[in-house]
């Protein structure tokens, strides 16, 4: 019976690490598995192999830009069909663009992208992506971290006109005529509502 520190370090403990895989050419393992059988080897060996070449393959996709001759890796064909699209549409949104400007089209190429095969082996496939991935989420946090810094300046500045607006509603009250009581509401009510943002803000 295992004592209670025992389980306890079972049930704390790191998972396994993976068995090492080895990827080759389909053609490449069912001509290895024929040789296998060939030779007379065991049976169960065979069988798993023979289980493992009948499995589905895996349909990784990707998306091509014909016009730059880029290359991307997709998680699937819904989401390569999808960023297709939304690259299409830039495309036909910025000749859009020029167009209102008045800007010649007349050498514009539409964007091409086509959904297509991965080229890549799974693991590469999916490091690639992988990889992007995390590019795209650096590149949002150095982004996040510009917002905060521009935020705060401007956070700083509206208090700055808060307490100026706050200050001229003081002088105008002081002088008690009715111009400047309206002007002293004026002020009041605009540095109510840049309060109220500043609030919202910081919440």
Same mark, same amino acid.
């Given at each position: ?18 068995? #090492? ?9 069912? /001509?290895?598995?024929?040789?296998? #059988? /060939? ?31 880029? @290359?991307?890796? !997709?998680?699937?064909? @819904? &989401? ?9 549409? !830039? ?14 089209? #007349?050498m514009w ?11 890549? =082996?799974?693991?590469?496939?999916? =490091?690639?992506?992988?990889? @992007?991935?995390?590019? &795209?989420?650096?590149n949002l ?8 810094? #521009?935020? &705060?300046?401007?956070?700083? &500045?509206? /208090? ?9 509603? /003081? ?13 002293? @509401? ?18």
């Amino acid at each position: 019976m295992l004592t209670i520190e025992e389980q306890i370090a079972i049930l704390t403990a790191p998972s396994a690490p993976a068995i #090492e895989v080895v990827s080759m050419p389909r053609a490449l393992a069912e /001509q290895s598995l024929a040789a296998l #059988e /060939q030779t007379g080897a065991c049976s169960s060996n065979i069988l798993e192999l023979r289980g493992i070449l009948a499995e589905p393959a895996l349909q990784l996709r990707a998306i091509h830009s014909v016009g730059p001759g880029e @290359e991307y890796p !997709c998680m699937d064909k @819904e &989401d390569a069909e999808r960023r297709a699209k939304e690259i299409r549409e !830039c495309g036909d949104q910025m000749k859009a663009e020029r167009i209102a400007r008045g800007e010649s089209v #007349e050498m514009w190429s539409d964007w091409v992208t086509n959904v297509i095969p991965s080229p890549w =082996e799974p693991a590469e496939h999916f =490091e690639i992506m992988a990889q @992007e991935w995390m590019d &795209d989420a650096d590149n949002l946090r150095q982004h996040a971290i510009r917002l905060t810094a #521009e935020r &705060d300046e401007l956070l700083a &500045d509206l /208090q700055e006109v808060v307490a100026t607006l706050r200050r001229y509603e /003081q002088l105008h009250r002081a002088k008690g005529t009715a111009e400047s009581l309206e002007k002293a @509401e004026i002020n009041a009510d605009l540095a109510l509502r840049f309060e109220q943002t500043i609030a919202k803000a910081t919440q």
